[in-house]
């Protein structure tokens, strides 16, 4: 198993997950906010990020990140945004190394926080999260605009 950056070929293979993880949240994401995501994701100018595990040429897991700035410390956070596995490959720490890949970026990067959301019926995900994390009690807020 290999875990590396995402690569312009990546992108049927990349689409396939995408499709999956939209479809593990019952959401369905246009095909031109999908096609701009992925090139977010390969521009440099960018502080969007993704990782790819990969086996056999398969990708059979990503994980999307984003580095932003923060009023709570002098160093940039990270925003584990999106994190999937495809389903015969979960249970087998795919997802655990996934996130340590992103804990090793954001090392090397002088990142002073990782944090993601998950939804509070992803029990298996919880259950990850709550053995490589803190759950730090907050409650999500939103207004869709636009």
């Known amino acids: 198993m290999n875990f590396r950056n995402l690569k312009v070929e990546d992108f049927p293979k990349w689409?396939?997950?995408w499709h999956g993880y939209q479809s593990f949240?019952?959401?369905e994401i246009k095909?031109?906010?999908?096609?701009?995501?992925?090139?977010?994701l390969l521009n440099t100018d960018e502080n969007m990020y993704c990782l790819v595990a990969e086996e056999n040429g398969l990708l059979i897991g990503m994980v999307h990140y984003i580095y932003h700035r923060s009023t709570w410390t002098e160093g940039n956070y990270c925003y584990l945004q999106d994190l999937y596995v495809t389903p015969s490959k979960r249970s087998?720490?795919?997802g655990r190394k996934l996130i340590e890949c992103v804990y090793t970026e954001a090392e090397k990067n002088n990142i002073s926080?990782?944090?993601w959301l998950t939804h509070e019926?992803?029990?298996?995900?919880r259950s990850l999260y709550d053995d490589v994390a803190d759950n730090a009690g907050f409650i999500q807020y939103r207004k869709n605009i636009g």
């Open 113 to 115: 926080r990782v944090y």
């Open 25 to 27: 949240y019952k959401v």
């Open 92 to 94: 087998k720490g795919l």
């Open 31 to 40: 095909s031109s906010v999908s096609e701009v995501t992925f090139e977010r």
């Open 15 to 17: 689409l396939e997950l």
């Open 121 to 125: 019926t992803n029990y298996p995900g």
